[in-house]
């Protein structure tokens, strides 16, 4: 888990998000799993960016944004954050896969690493790792929220309809 010097709850549509900032940017986005958040025993601490962050969240929610422009920052191996960076340029409703997330970084055939990196992403939603998928289209799974549910969730929210 991200250090953190800030911590914010919200309620969503797929669950209570917890939000944690070091003051200047968001440094990670939890979704609920099984009733629980990683950092429930931690009371909140609010600041303007994660206050921003809520709203932007709750626009998106809504159906009232299509893109975040809050400040994030990644703590990672380079690779990592390589891949993390790439997933900000997915736009609201379009697709991609591991595949050619690898491709576009210029590691054609290290589809397992970038789909490590994409289940690493610390600030899911706010950066839309829930727009990859198999090479195949298949929904291969979900580390945020409750896994596969939350991901069709998401993407259904942007208008994309697939089978799980």
């Given amino acids: 888990m991200t250090s953190f010097a800030y911590l914010l709850r919200t309620?969503?549509?797929?669950?209570?998000?917890e939000l944690t900032s070091d003051g200047e940017a968001v440094t990670s986005l939890s979704?609920?799993?099984g009733g629980r958040l990683p950092l429930d025993e931690h009371p909140e601490r609010g600041t303007?960016?994660?206050?921003?962050?809520?709203?932007?969240?709750d626009e998106y929610f809504a159906g009232d944004r299509r893109e975040f422009d809050?400040?994030?920052?990644?703590?990672?191996?380079p690779f990592r954050v390589?891949?993390?960076?790439?997933?900000?340029?997915?736009?609201?409703?379009?697709?991609t896969s591991y595949g050619e997330l690898g491709l576009s970084l210029g590691y054609a055939g290290y589809g397992r690493a970038i789909g490590g990196a994409v289940g690493a992403n610390p600030v899911p939603i706010i950066v839309?790792?829930?727009?990859?998928?198999?090479?195949s289209g298949k929904i291969?799974?979900?580390?945020?929220?409750?896994g596969v549910p939350t991901k069709l969730?998401?993407?259904?929210h942007e208008g994309i309809m697939l089978a799980a």
């Fill in 31 to 33: 979704i609920e799993r």
């Fill in 82 to 95: 390589a891949v993390w960076e790439r997933l900000q340029s997915l736009e609201f409703g379009t697709l």
């Fill in 128 to 135: 839309g790792c829930h727009r990859v998928l198999s090479t």
């Fill in 70 to 77: 809050v400040p994030v920052r990644f703590e990672g191996t």
């Fill in 153 to 156: 969730w998401l993407l259904e």
């Fill in 140 to 146: 291969t799974g979900y580390s945020g929220g409750e």
């Fill in 11 to 17: 309620p969503s549509p797929i669950g209570r998000i």
């Fill in 48 to 57: 303007a960016v994660l206050d921003e962050a809520v709203r932007q969240l």
